[in-house]
């Protein structure tokens, strides 16, 4: 017989559905800046890079890196999003 573990990252439908009722005027600050973090794999495909190149961004300071244990690694989407745009207006401004 075969044991699953679950990962406590990883949500079922039902958390999710119950997550999304919540309204966003009484989520508390814990939970707003949780919603903003993504996963490497999705910090990868917004910034169009390798993963080594968004670990060297993040330790070269144009973004923070939350680790959650060893491997567990988040990104806020919103310093992603802001060094994208930076990025751009200095190669417009070139």
Known sequence: MRKTFKK???KS???EAVE???PQEQASPVDKAMNNLIKMKEAVK????SAPTVRKYARLGYYKEYRFGEKLVF???EEILNFILNRLR???DS
């Open 8 to 10: 406590f990252w990883l």
């Open 13 to 15: 439908e039902n958390e």
């Open 20 to 22: 999304n009722s919540i």
């Open 46 to 49: 917004l910034l169009k890079a």
């Open 75 to 77: 990104y806020n989407k």
């Open 90 to 92: 200095t190669a417009e």
